[in-house]
């Protein structure tokens, strides 16, 4: 008989083509693709949703992408990732792993989150963008950057560095409310475009809800990372078989991306020349 332990796997995503990470109806998600993957490999009987502790880091909203999700549940010794990726999405990649405690929970023993935005924004000043960093830093109620009611109150570090004509921007927390990284991308462009002034940020920090026009609208999903999660005490090991198949994959999609923006350009910059 296969012996069964439970095993947390690093998963990277695309997440563009889902319609988040957590399962919905009728709709393509993250986790959908997983539980598919472990019912071809007979490590989920049809008849079960999840696999015992079956669990994920964080439930990145629709066009999230991941790096270092992390996915827990009880699963037979032979299940590595790459034998995980044989039956899933190109899309969606297992990495590394590590055999975890039976009462591992990979929601809520994970201790610090990280986030990361690539916002275009070749006029952006990185020093203002950091002046807004410095005063989001620590903890605060963030309410007025999420839909949630609860959860809000966070210890948030963050930097801001320039690539190009991106502008970098890295969060970290135990935990994010829902859209709280987006809505903050929102602020720190604002300060660092000029638009607004650090006043901006203490009204947020207030006691007072600030909605409608004056609110915070989310930044888009599509140029947010998970990048990273931490367990304490925790070692994953890489897969290096399924570390070459994500690479190639992800690198392939890159190039396809960057031909795709060349050729738009060459039509946004050649409509004005044509007569």
């Not at 999405?89 to 405690?101: G, K, N, Q």
């Not at 638009?195 to 909605?211: Q, S």
């Not at 992800?250 to 190039?255: G, N, S, V």
Request: glycine share 6%; with cysteine.
């Amino acid at each position: 008989m296969t012996d069964v332990s439970r095993r947390a796997f690093r998963i990277a995503y695309d997440g563009r083509p889902f319609h988040g990470f957590q399962r919905q109806p009728d709709v393509a998600t993250v986790s959908d693709a997983i539980l598919d993957a472990l019912r071809e490999l007979d490590v989920l009987e049809d008849g079960d949703n999840v696999p015992p502790g079956y669990a994920a880091a964080g439930r990145t909203d629709a066009g999230v992408s991941a790096l270092a999700q992390t996915v827990a549940f009880d699963c037979p010794d032979w299940l590595s990732p790459a034998a995980l990726n044989s039956e899933l999405p190109a899309d969606v990649r297992a990495w590394a792993s590590a055999d975890v405690p039976a009462e591992f929970h990979a929601t809520h023993d994970a201790v610090a989150r990280e986030y990361t935005y690539h916002l275009h924004a070749p006029d952006a000043s990185v020093s203002r963008a950091g002046d807004a960093l410095d005063a989001l830093a620590g903890e605060h109620d963030f309410h007025n950057f999420t839909p949630d009611d609860t959860g809000t109150v966070r210890d948030l570090t963050g930097e801001a560095r320039s690539e190009g004509d991106f502008l970098v921007v890295t969060l970290r927390a135990d935990g994010f409310p829902r859209q709280f990284v987006r809505r903050a991308v929102t602020v720190i462009d604002a300060l660092a475009s000029g638009v607004a002034e650090l006043d901006r940020i203490e009204r947020l920090l207030g006691d007072d809800p600030v909605e409608g026009p004056a609110g915070v609208a989310p930044a888009a999903p599509e140029a947010l990372v998970l990048t990273a999660v931490e367990y304490p005490g925790l070692s994953f090991e890489r897969d290096e078989s399924a570390l070459a198949s994500a690479r190639a994959i992800f690198e392939t999609k890159a190039i396809d991306h960057r031909t795709n923006a060349r050729v738009a350009s060459t039509i946004a910059d050649g409509i004005d020349q044509e007569e």
